[in-house]
């Protein structure tokens, strides 16, 4: 079993849509959770943090559920730039990416 | 804008040959992480690493595969007698300390290409 899984998609959306993305780990021991962007032959872009009390950065909000292992990351009002593969990471000094998921915006 | 710095953005081997890989952290951090990324698949944590001292290299290969954060100078991977299934993108990020929630940053990768 990986450490984080994700679904890998593609997830094809017009713009405008509302669209989530969810992920589970398996390490419960893990500290610290994030969501990061990776643009197609880029490096992988800080999207945000990711906290039990969940958090919001404008049109994207994500949430930490500790007891099932699960992190989500909701996005708003979907925009073509947005197209990108969204990474779920956990861990605490040892950071685990999962294999991502690919988010296509439709105009 | 100091950013994570790797170098070579691209680097072409023969089968064989040694691969050189730098990585100069963001000022002010002192912990380096590597991960390999191959075609169309997820990043793959390799070694994790303080000035001078290797934290964890769980997921560096047992062989030809060798990482070091020196007191003075950049991080290197270090790839020897490179075969094709070496070829990938090699990413370096860094992170100012071991406190949980922080942050790693990512350098532009390095781009190995094994002929």
């Known amino acids: 079993r990986k450490e984080v899984e994700q679904d890998p998609g593609p997830f094809n959306v017009p713009e405008g849509a509302t669209v989530a993305f969810n992920c589970t780990y398996s390490?419960?021991?893990?500290?610290?959770f994030f969501w990061y962007r990776q643009d197609c032959r880029k490096e992988p872009k800080l999207l945000m943090s990711v906290y039990s009390s969940g958090n919001e950065d404008g049109r994207f909000t994500a949430q930490l559920n500790r007891a099932s292992q699960y992190i989500s990351l909701l996005i708003r009002d979907s925009k073509l730039s947005d197209s990108a593969t969204y990474l779920c990471v956990s861990g605490t000094y040892k950071y685990i990416f999962g294999t991502g998921t690919r988010l296509k915006v439709l105009a | 804008n100091a950013g994570v710095m790797q170098n070579p953005r691209h680097l072409v081997r023969r089968r064989g040959q040694e691969a050189r890989l730098r990585c100069s952290p963001m000022k002010g951090h002192s912990h380096v992480y590597w991960y390999r990324q191959l075609p169309e698949e997820g990043l793959k944590f390799m070694v994790y690493l303080q000035k001078e001292n290797i934290i964890d290299e769980s997921g560096m290969p047992k062989e030809r595969f060798s990482a070091e954060f020196p007191k003075e100078g950049p991080s290197i991977l270090r790839i020897q007698q490179v075969v094709r299934g070496d070829s990938a993108a090699y990413f370096c990020a860094s992170s100012p300390d071991t406190n949980s929630g922080n942050t790693i940053y990512f350098g532009e990768g390095s781009w190995l290409t094994v002929v």
């Open positions: 390490n419960s021991a893990s500290q610290s």
